[in-house]
Nanobody
Framework: QVQLVESGGGLVQAGGSLTLSCAVS????????MAWYRQAPGKQRELVAR???????NYADSAKGRFTISRDNANNTMYLQMNSLEPEDTAVYYC???????????WGQGTQVTVSS
């Protein structure tokens, strides 16, 4: 089992930028999927962006063109660069990892992002 620790959240004005980090206690090279999800108050947790083994990236429509997911295998860290933030981006952001075989997945504890108008 690994530990996932998010950081980088905070309060930012609309139009601003934040970079979230997800530090992983083990090697991230073994993961098949690494992703960022978010959950706003009163809403279901939703996928923001994901990295799939081999290099494929997927983004939610709301994140396309504004957010960039990346990973640093040497430092066992995943990032989410968020630009042009909007109040609608306010949520708790979670990192997520998954291995297909044997099946394993885990979540971080979340980091709060608040965007003021």
């Amino acid at each position: 089992q690994v530990q996932l620790v998010e950081s980088g959240g905070g309060l930012v004005q609309a139009g601003g930028s934040l970079t979230l980090s997800c530090a992983v206690s083990g090697s991230i090279s073994s993961f098949d999927v690494m992703a960022w999800y978010r959950q706003a108050p009163g809403k279901q947790r939703e996928l923001v962006a994901r990295l799939i083994r081999g290099g494929t990236t997927n983004y939610a429509d709301s994140a396309k063109g504004r957010f960039t997911i990346s990973r640093d295998n040497a430092n066992n860290t995943m990032y989410l660069q968020m630009n042009s933030l909007e109040p609608e981006d306010t949520a708790v952001y979670y990192c997520y990892v998954n291995v297909m075989r044997p099946p394993y997945s885990d979540w971080g504890q979340g980091t709060q992002v608040t965007v003021s108008s």
